[in-house]
T-cell receptor, first 113, second 116 residues
């Protein structure tokens, strides 16, 4: 079983739609959960960061973590063509500060006008 | 906004040659990382670096790889004898020390390495 599973998509939605992106994981010791956005041949850009379970909202983005189900989600409201990118979930343990990230495979999202 | 900068953006090298990839992490950050992403695959951890020493490395990070922070600002990844399978995008990343920042790791734009 992979440590972090993420549906690679592609996911195609019309402009204005609500997008739901998800990851599951197997290691119950993960404590930090992040979502990154990656444009083609660019570096991952941090979108959302959540510690432990719960919800976090930032503008059109909402991150949810359900540690009991080992499931995390990113919701994008009022999606825009500029949101078209690959979305990477990432998570880590806390091991004294070094905190390597384990990434999902990424979901490609296309938002069409 | 502060950012992690990497050079070169793209390098083509002959198999067996040494390559050095350079990074300037965000200035007040104390933890440094290298990750790589083979085309079409997931981002993979290579090595973490703190207090002038390697704190953790993956099984990918074998004896062909080394890291260095030679002058307090630059952070380098050296591949001694490149192989075809080293062709990938290499990302430098850094993280502040502050506990309140949690695990917010910031990535550079990457160095695309092509080994021919």
């Amino acid at each position: 079983q992979k440590e972090v599973e993420q549906d690679p998509g592609p996911l195609s939605v019309p402009e204005g739609a609500i997008v739901s992106l998800n990851c599951t994981y197997s290691n119950s010791a993960f404590q930090y959960f992040m979502w990154y956005r990656q444009y083609s041949r660019k570096g991952p850009e941090l979108l959302m960061y959540t510690y432990s379970s719960g919800n976090k909202e930032d503008g059109r983005f909402t991150a949810q973590v359900d540690k009991s189900s080992k499931y995390i989600s990113l919701f994008i409201r009022d999606s825009q063509p500029s949101d078209s990118a690959t979305y990477l979930c990432a998570m880590s343990l806390f091991n004294g500060g070094y905190n390597k990230l384990i990434f999902g495979a990424g979901t490609r999202l296309a938002v069409h006008p | 906004e502060p950012e992690v900068t990497q050079t070169p953006s793209h390098q083509v090298t002959q198999m067996g040659q040494e390559v050095i990839l350079r990074c300037v992490p965000i200035s007040n950050h104390l933890y440094f990382y290298w990750y790589r992403q083979i085309l079409g695959q997931k981002v993979e951890f290579l090595v973490s670096f703190y207090n002038n020493e390697i704190s953790e490395k993956s099984e990918i990070f074998d004896d062909q790889f080394s890291v260095e922070r030679p002058d307090g600002s630059n952070f380098t990844l050296k591949i001694r004898s490149t192989k075809l399978e080293d062709s990938a995008m290499y990302f430098c990343a850094s993280r502040p020390r502050s506990v309140s920042s949690g695990n917010t790791i910031y990535f550079g734009e990457g160095s695309w390495l092509t080994v021919v």
